[in-house]
């Protein structure tokens, strides 16, 4: 599963991180990753954190809309009415600065 957490910027570096963590004469890790691989100059690349950017719509889940397909001689086709594009889940609501 995975969670937005908002008002958080990416980091540019592990020691910038909100979930750097220090764990006294053992050193630092990641809470995430639970691992003590560091980055002082950027982030590394399997770093679990993703950037959202900014300003965005909704995100909402195609899976859901995709459930609309139909297969015809080989070839998927959906209908998709627009109330099932109002009612599809939104993932992630848009950003405020998109919502103004």
Known sequence: MAVLVKGIEMPFTCLTCDFHKCA???GDFCSLTKRRQFRFKNRPKDCPLIEVPEPHGDLVDRDKLRSKEFIQNGDAYAVVMS??????????PASEVEEA
């Open 83 to 92: 109330r099932d594009i109002r009612n599809a889940p939104t993932v992630i």
């Open 24 to 26: 006294g004469g053992v």
